[in-house]
Each structure stands twice: as structure tokens, then as C-alpha cells.
């Protein structure tokens, strides 16, 4: 694919914790500058991320934690997280998913999501998926609807810089509708 080795999935462990903050914040810090704030993405982002994954991961993460992970040959270049049935209505959550800056847009986002899709435990079956984007994401904007998201409404979310932005939420009635949609090609 990139002459880094072969692209390989699997549900992330307690051991991948610090690859997944720092995944997340050199992915942050590239999609989110203009959106979050300089001195977050500057410097608090790094214990404020690597606390959360920490805990996310070595504290009691619960059986309804899916968290994939996608690597090559380089490390990792892209993770997906929901929380399976994390809402009595709008159901699991996607709560993470980055790919790498330098491998954005090449489909590895779809393979992650639709690899962590397939991890849902089977008491989860048939719950739907939902997520909240920040308004000015417009990329990953692109990618959910290209995905079939359904644009459900519009609120304001508390981000952890200390702004409140607002935000979309968009939902997918039927999980294997999505992992086909995001297989498909
Ligand atoms: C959003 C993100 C996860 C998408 O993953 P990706 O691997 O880049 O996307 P894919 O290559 O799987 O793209 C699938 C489709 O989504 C759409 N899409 C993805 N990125 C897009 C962009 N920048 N502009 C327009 N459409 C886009 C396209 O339809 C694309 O298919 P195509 O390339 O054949 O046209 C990734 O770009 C990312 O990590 N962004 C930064 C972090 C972020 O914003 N995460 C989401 C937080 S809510």
C-alpha cells in the first residue's frame, strides 16, 4: 500500500494506550487548529489526552469499550472508538476516529470504523450508531455523509480546550448498513 508493510486490524489493548493518545493529539492537532484553541493543541492537549487514554485503558474500561486500531509497518495509522450502547436513545457512540495526517483520505478511515463496527458485542446487535462533529469539521463532515450518516440536529458541545463549539449529530439506523456502506467500493 505505501511500501510500509501490510495494513493489519485489531482491537487496541491496554499496552497501545500511549500510540493512542498520540494518535489522537497529532491528529488533533492537525484537523483541529482554527477550531480548538492554540494554546490547548500547544500544550494541554498532551496530559489532558494521554490522562484520558490512561484510564480509558488500564482504568476499568467496561465490556462496551471497542476501541480498533489500524498499523503498518510504521506504527499505528488510525483508530476507531465506540461505546457500545452508550445511549438509551441515539444508542453506540463513535466517540474517536483518526487517521494519521499523512494518511488521510486513502480509505483507511472507512476499514477502521467498519473494523470497530464489527466488534460491537452481540448485545449491542442492531443498536444504532451516532456521533457529534464539530460545525467546522467539514472533511469529516464529507466523510459521514459520504458514509450515509443521517443529519440529525445541531447543539453545542463542551470541548475540552474549554469552548463551547457547535456541533452536528449524525446517526446510522442500522450498523451493517454502515459496515456495508463502508465496504463497499
Ligand atoms: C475524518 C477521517 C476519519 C476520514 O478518514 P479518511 O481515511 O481520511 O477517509 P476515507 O479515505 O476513508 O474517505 C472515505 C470518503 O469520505 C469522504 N471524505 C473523506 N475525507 C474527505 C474530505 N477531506 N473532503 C471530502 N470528502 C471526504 C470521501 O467521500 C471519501 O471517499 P473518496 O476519497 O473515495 O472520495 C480522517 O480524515 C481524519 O482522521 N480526520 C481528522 C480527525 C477527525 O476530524 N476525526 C473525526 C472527528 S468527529
Not at 487548529?33 to 489532558?48: C, F, K, P, T, V
Not at 490522562?51 to 489500524?70: I, K
Not at 464489527?118 to 459520504?146: C, F, M, Q, S
Request: proline share 6%.
Amino acid at each position: 500500500m505505501t511500501g510500509d508493510g501490510a495494513l493489519t486490524f485489531r482491537a487496541a489493548g491496554p499496552a497501545d494506550w500511549e500510540a493512542v493518545a498520540g494518535l489522537q493529539i497529532a491528529s488533533w492537532r492537525s484537523a483541529y487548529r482554527g477550531m480548538l484553541r492554540d494554546d490547548y493543541l500547544d500544550a494541554g492537549i498532551h496530559a489532558e489526552r494521554r490522562t484520558l487514554w490512561r484510564s480509558r485503558f488500564t482504568g476499568e474500561p467496561g465490556p462496551d469499550q471497542v476501541v480498533a486500531v489500524a498499523e503498518d509497518g510504521t506504527g499505528l495509522v488510525a483508530l476507531a472508538c465506540i461505546l457500545a450502547g452508550h445511549d438509551p436513545i441515539w444508542g453506540s457512540l463513535i466517540d474517536n476516529l483518526h487517521v494519521r495526517p499523512d494518511r488521510k483520505r486513502t480509505g483507511i478511515g472507512r476499514l477502521v470504523l467498519a473494523d470497530a463496527a464489527a466488534r460491537i458485542p452481540a448485545v449491542h446487535a442492531g443498536t444504532p450508531l451516532h456521533l457529534t462533529v464539530l460545525d467546522a469539521n467539514l472533511p469529516a463532515r464529507a466523510a459521514y455523509e459520504a458514509w450515509g450518516g443521517e443529519f440529525c440536529e445541531y447543539l453545542d458541545a463542551e470541548l475540552p480546550d474549554g469552548q463551547s463549539l457547535p456541533v452536528r449529530r449524525y446517526r446510522w439506523a442500522d450498523p451493517d448498513a454502515l459496515i456495508r456502506s463502508l465496504l463497499r467500493r
